[in-house]
């Protein structure tokens, strides 16, 4: 309720003025409580008694009964009032003395009263009371001096009397202000409710988008976690197989060092032996009594005769290193080739192992696709195939399926284009339309494709909608990715490094088969699309 409007429902109809300890009459109407019993008092002397707003009458001089509630909505309106008073700063003009705060402002009199001038103030019609105001001329013609009090819906603007008698607007279509201030505060209406309505929708979509944030940070998180996992396990497998390669090292170290030292510690008293007979030769041959020497057995006794020729021959008792001895980096190689196991291990946790094994469906192809032999790739040609028009067969575009579709499960699989500006992959329901537009990739509701057109603008497609890619693409190659399950198809630029494109998110129903459409090549030559082995 505005300003003004309250301040009406608060004022005596006695005395003009705010309540001031306001009582009830049994009729319901409110009075100060002064005011009521000076009127009563005036009607003590004809025993009748009655309302001075609804002219009820009572044979007993009514109760007053004090309206607690009204006192205080009147008091908080007298100090919110005050505050307002105090800060606009109007005075009451006939305060001459002493700056009275105003209450309300005459237009007619063009002057800003306050409560004690306003019990006083003339109550006839052209008497209009509004707010305190120090702008009162805004309300008055500049031409004619007179009070606004029509509305020009031609020239949309207030005018007095005068103008639409004999001004201006005179043969105007007008209304009366309060009648064109009704109208068009049900059109602000309306245009409320309409912002009301797109404010709706729009906070729904911020609710929308910070839920996809929420999930977008929870599944951060998660991912975060798996792959903190990850890494934390290929640690833990890669330093299990260091020192498992690191142990059979030592220990062949250790088994070659100990064979080796008896070989040593042998050779070793042999050496000792050989030194021992060497300085015995050498004492026979420095003596000079010839029956010494001679008496002594012949040299050749001197040598064990099985192990004459041991040196050269590696059949003899002294035991000679071999390729045995060596470490066996055959076995250590083997133990780290386990590696490969855990890489292995790391690829499938990351995604798969291997990609899809993706053939095309010769009886899907249209009639200006040619198939490789191996089924990968789709060549466009000018030259029609002399295919049979079957119900598989996609007819007027040059489309092909797969014979593969997958119904579970995480797979992915990679294209290559060449030479064409028109081009879609994606993958479909096989259920697809196989006529008309509606059957092309991405065109309708059980397909969802990624292509270009030939103003080099790359798209993705689902049900009819487009979303234009505002990155720029500068690969030919291509990776899909379909996690069956969580429903999610996903669009990679094979970059260095690899890029995210778009994912879709669905509930799938029926088996996705890969899904291939060529158009015009550019320049006419064979186009085509081949799937990656």
Partial sequence: MASADLRDELLCSICLSTFNDPA???????????????????QDGSGVYSCPECREEFRVRPTLMRNINLHNVAERFLITQQKQEEITGICCTYCVDSPVPAVRSCLLCEASLCDKHLRSHSKSPEHVL?????????????????????????????????????????????????????????????????????????????????????????????????????????????????????????????????????????????????????????????????????????????????????????????????????????????????????????????????PADILLDVTTAGNNLLISDDLKTATWTGEKQKRPETAERFQGYNQVMSRRGFTSGRHYWDVEIRRSEWWRVGMCYPSIDRRGWQSLIGDNNKSWGLGRSDNNQYSVRHGSKVIQLPDEISSDRFRICLDYEAGQLSFYELCDPIRHVHTFTAAFSEPLHAALYLGLPSYLCDGWIRICS
């Avoid at 207030?158 to 109208?183: F, P, T």
């Fill in 24 to 42: 009830t009459l049994r009729c319901g109407h409110n009075f100060c409580r002064v005011c009521i019993g000076r009127v009563l008092d005036t």
């Fill in 130 to 354: 509004c707010d305190p105001s120090t702008s009162l001329e805004k309300r008055k013609c500049s031409v004619h001096k007179e009070l606004f009090k029509y509305y020009c819906t031609r020239d949309a603007i207030c005018i007095c009397v005068s103008c639409s008698l004999a001004g201006e607007h005179r043969g105007h279509q007008v209304e009366m202000m309060d009648e064109a201030s009704k109208k068009k505060k049900n059109k602000l209406r309306n245009i409320l409710q309409k912002l009301i309505t797109k404010r709706k929708k729009t906070q729904e979509r911020v609710r929308s988008l910070e839920e996809r944030r929420r999930k977008a940070q929870e599944k951060a998180a998660g991912e975060a976690e798996r792959v903190t996992a990850l890494c934390t396990d290929i640690r833990r497998r890669v330093d299990d197989l260091e020192k498992k390669v690191l142990s059979e090292i030592s220990r062949q170290e250790k088994e070659m060092s100990l064979s080796l030292s008896a070989l040593i510690h042998q050779l070793e008293i042999k050496k000792d032996e050989l030194s021992r007979k060497m300085r015995h030769i050498e004492e026979l041959c420095n003596m000079t009594d010839p029956l010494t020497v001679l008496q002594e057995p012949d040299t050749g006794d001197l040598c064990d005769p099985e192990e004459e020729g041991g040196d050269e021959d590696t059949g003899g008792h002294d035991k000679q290193p071999h390729d045995g001895d060596d470490l066996d980096v055959a076995v250590i190689s083997h133990t780290l080739h386990t590696l490969c196991d855990v890489i292995s291990g790391i690829r499938s946790g990351i995604y798969v192992v291997n």
